[in-house]
């Protein structure tokens, strides 16, 4: 039995929170081992004497003896060996909130003044404990209070360096408030794993990320995505991404990972997976993971919810007619959309199985009857069909009224450019006027972002104009490509390629697209439009640094982190670094733009979606008259049809073209078709023939065109070889055999590969002058002798053996 073959989803990047080690050649030098707090076992009266170590970080030191004193004592009745183990059981009892904990140290009700000042004073005394590392508290109890100590954590475990960090930073142009976060969140996290700023790793930092919910932390507002490029850039942390990564970037499972989600045990979990796994070589991870959403999720893990004893795929009439009429319809009572396609998928699943039961005996015993027949797949065509009409007429609503949504960019672009710029010639301080109305300027360091406030209302300008500038040019991007926006978003700096033009020496720019969708890379012409919003792009993305950042792109699809790259569409959040787009942020702009934008059709509203520029430009290449084959280049398409289901033909096309046809049906002769040619017109008929006649034959172009093929005739598929021209061909053979010889001789290896493919063409032509001479000098025939006083005898004469096969 053959094994089945590695899943590439095995294969694939690690991602950042895969937390198995790499090979050995690939760790890294690890930072000594931290060993546990050397307090964690000590009296209370040690750690007194100790507090002094802290005092010209914490002042306050002396008055918060007492307080600490009664903190430990509590913890001192829980049970346990160390101060970590009673903590881990007194945070379990008091849970996480600001106020609990202080009230059980401190007792009665924090609404007394006395008891008041108190509970407030326990906060205080946190300080010193977690910096001597009596105690490491969880992410998600520190996340709950609001010390303010970090910093001084920071700077009594390691002042040289915690000061270099901070320094770093201010070279960094960080602002002052993102550069205070990520200090006071890294004391957080050494808090918690009894480390030095220093001695911090990137584990360390993504475990805060991954151990509290979203609605805990920020990554943007703790500062994070400023720390950690500056961590990144001293050597301090080890990681693929010099940027911070986002918290739901999960890498891709494994075949096994797909099947257990949905909680499939028994003997049919190993044939599932490993139909997965054989599938794989020929899926790439977003069509797997939906095979396997199919397979696993939608059709056994609900037969096995209705019948739990199912350890076999046969199904019986009624359980297979229960199941499809379940995953006809969702959870909340909507139809499902995809259900041809759940459909042919389990369809194929028991055709495959049977198939491969011939060749492996494995699969024999997991062989059944498939519960989808033939005839229930037939609806697909009607059902792409009604899909399809449903995008076109989408596309005959949103076309007419784009041009009002690319104004509606124009505008808020120009609006939001001059109102920064008005801001910044009056400075912070001074007030502008917005529509009748004063507003004040002000800015809290020279790289923040330039905001006005009125009647407590605050509007932040720099973002306002980042948002129009990248709405205005992604609307021009897409419905200047018609490009998928992965592809957009996937545009680096080297994407704008210029070519020259080998006629008329023109150079003209090209816009390379990398493989997406069909792992196919395009190039298409840009325009000086489209020109003209990537120089602007690409202007704004290398102001700063003086060229483009390298960024690395997360792929939602395959679950992966692309290389550093200039990526052209990237912008920063606050002060951090710059990151590639989402989908989800480039369909928010677009979304905020159509509402602002008021578009109305048939009195409702529109959004545009990406693709929807990508229907439109189809639409209108077609209708310009561009072949159906040359756009389905420039769309990347892999069949024509998919081209033809893009292009929404407008009736008043049909119209003309219906009205065209019936005028050309009146005019049954036309005068002007059997008019006599001029003399002029008749040379130049006769001068096409005259100029296909060759050497070796005679070319097949067809009047009125010109060589397409720079006169390289031996190559040329439109040569007619002449037979009488035999030696001549075989004269150039062997000259070509020589040229090669001697190129090789040389080292000329690119001539002697160009020589190589014209020889393989001239090879082929003599092999039709052979078969066209053959077939001009048939066999004899033998008719037979005619025989006199028998006329009727050979009157239908025998045919010969070739003429009766």
Known sequence: MTSPPINKIQTARRSWNDHTPPPQEQQPPALPPIPSGPLTSASIEDIINRLEDCRPYWPQVPEHRARIRRLLGHLRQLPGETWQDRWALFEGQVGHGALTWRLRIAGGSSKNTKNRNEVEGLNAAMGPLLALDVMRPSHRWLAGQRFAFWKALSRFRDPAHTTELENALLHAKASPAQATSGILTLGRIQAHTGKSIRQLTAE???????????????????????????????GWIRHDSGTMPTRLRVGPKTVDEMVDYYDITGPCREPLIRYLQVRSAGLDYASLCALGRYLAGLFFADIVKHYPGQRSFALTPKQAAGWKARVKVKADGSPRREVYSVFFSVRAFYLDISQWALEDAFWAQWAAPSPVTFAETRGYVKHRRATIATMQQRTRELAPVLPRLVEAAEQALRAAEATLADAKT??????????????????????????????????????????????????ETLRHTGARIEEVLELVHMSIQPYKVPGTGETIPLLHFAPSKTDTERLMVAGPELVHVLYRVL???TKDTGGAPLTQRWDSAEKVLSSPLPHLFVRRRGAGPPNVMTTATVSTLLNDLARRAHIKVSGAEVRFTPHDFRRIFATEALASGLPPHIVQVLMGHASLATTQGYAAIYPRDVIRHHRTFIEKRRVIRPTEEYREPTA??????????????????SCGRAYGTGC?????????????????QI????????????????????????DAEGLRVTLNSAEMKLAQMFKLQSQQTPEAVDLGIPMVGRPNRHANPPKPDSQMN
């Open 204 to 234: 360390d930092i993504l475990d805060l990320t991954t151990q509290l919910p979203g609605k805990l932390i920020d990554v943007s507002r703790s500062g994070l995505t400023a720390v950690w490029p500056v961590l990144h850039g001293l």
């Open 539 to 541: 202007s704004r993305v």
């Open 680 to 697: 002029a017109e008749w040379d130049e008929f006769e001068a096409h023939f005259v100029q296909r006649k060759l050497s070796l034959g």
């Open 426 to 475: 009056a400075g912070a301080g001074q007030t502008i006027d917005m529509d009748g109305e004063a507003w004040e300027v002000f800015q809290s360091c020279e790289y923040a972002h330039v905001r006005i406030r009125r009647n407590g209302k605050d509007r932040d300008l720099s973002f306002e104009e980042d948002n129009a500038f990248w709405t205005w040019a992604l609307v």
């Open 727 to 750: 030696n001549r061909l075989q004269d150039i053979i062997d000259n070509l055999e020589e040229r090669i010889t001697e190129a090789e001789q040389h080292g000329w290896l690119g």
């Open 708 to 724: 397409q093929h720079e006169h390289a005739c031996l190559r040329c598929a439109l040569l007619r070889p002449d037979p009488s």
